[in-house]
């Protein structure tokens, strides 16, 4: 990972500290999620914009993905 510095003025700050922790995540965690938002999507690979985008809760998700995606067997 590469670190960066980035200035922001004090309303900007702000928003984005207390947009973040409604999302349970650090100011930095927000950042990088908006400049994914922001930056086009490499076209070879179209299903990566919505990778990480998507929390369940459940720490066993990855685990269980068909019945995510697919819902519970019936």
Do not use: C, H
């Not at 999302?23 to 990480?52: C, H, Q, T, Y």
Request: aromatic letters at 6%; proline letters at 4%; hydrophobic letters at 45%.
């Amino acid at each position: 990972m590469i670190r960066t510095q980035v200035s922001l003025d004090e309303q900007e700050y702000a928003a984005a500290k207390a947009e973040a922790s409604a999302l349970g995540i650090s100011v930095a965690e927000f950042v990088r999620r908006a400049i994914r938002v922001a930056l086009p999507v490499d076209g070879n690979a179209p299903w990566m914009k919505f990778a990480g985008l998507v929390e369940t809760g459940d720490s066993n998700s990855s685990q269980s993905i068909d019945e995510i995606v697919y819902g519970p067997k019936g």
